[in-house]
């Protein structure tokens, strides 16, 4: 089932500014080591996720939590399904398994992906997506795959063939819902997530 579009522009906007803002983690990882990075996220991300729990379970989170965030919220996340976190707690979720599992150049450029390009696609295709299909519009991924050719092209050191993998993995996957089940998985960690492990599987086989 297809879910409605809420958000009005100003909102989109304003939702994706702190979506880009995540932008800080790969910036500062790339002059910090792993274990430096990993003491910053770990308590970051339980913050981010205790807010998650008690906003279902404790009312005066819920009311604080509603009243600032309603108007950026997606469907799906006002839905009041326990089990869904919201896109914040996703999205620093994929920055920490980045860290823990990836080498850095492929963490930096797979979260670097999500934080720019997913921004891009999203107000591009709410002011210019005139060609949709499914919850996407075609202008919003050309944004995301030009946009994800100059992140790859500007990572430093970054092998070109593993680079342009990436861009079209991160492209497809932010275009097409990626589902376990009936379990929708968040744009903000099926991205990251997915291009790395294309990235990685790449650098592995043919580098």
Known sequence: ????????????????????????????????SREFTLLLLVPLFFGFFLIDLLKNFFPPVSGWYHKTFD??????????????LNGATHIVM??????????????VTA??????????????????????????????????????LLVVTLVPGLNPFVGLAMAITATITEAFMVRIGNFRIDDNLAIPLVSATVGILCSMLFI
């Open 94 to 107: 994929a920055a920490l398994l980045l860290v823990l599992f990836f080498p850095k150049i492929i963490a």
């Open 71 to 84: 108007s950026m919220l997606r469907q799906h996340e006002l839905e009041g399904n326990k089990t869904y």
């Open 111 to 148: 979260f670097t992906l999500v934080a720019v390009s997913d921004t891009l696609a999203a107000i591009v295709g709410k002011i210019l997506g005139k060609h949709r299909f499914g919850q996407k519009s075609m202008e919003g991924s050309a944004a995301f795959f030009l946009s994800a």
């Open 1 to 32: 089932m297809e879910e409605i579009d809420r958000l009005e522009l100003r909102y989109e906007v304003a939702r994706k500014a702190i979506h880009l803002s995540s932008l800080s983690i790969p910036v500062i990882y790339w002059f910090i």
